[in-house]
């Protein structure tokens, strides 16, 4: 079952980076939302990541 999830941080770093550069942005009040879409990006991954391993735990732990 462990196998089956793969957590790849490399994949997350590179969307950081290169969502401001592909991003157009004409405003530049329109900044501040781009950088917030890539720290929820972050937040989200971090959330699957801790329930898919509170849900390993759970099933090692009622074996």
């Avoid at 490399?10 to 950081?16: D, G, I, S, V």
């Avoid at 157009?24 to 890539?38: F, G, R």
Wanted: charged residues 10%.
């Amino acid at each position: 079952m462990a196998g089956q999830y793969q957590f790849y941080t490399c994949a997350l770093k590179t969307q950081e980076c290169w969502l401001p550069l592909l991003t157009p942005i004409t405003y530049l009040c329109k900044l501040q939302e781009v950088h917030s879409v890539a720290a929820y990006l972050h937040l989200e991954v971090a959330r699957v990541y801790f329930s898919v391993m509170l849900r390993l735990m759970n099933i090692i732990g009622s074996c």
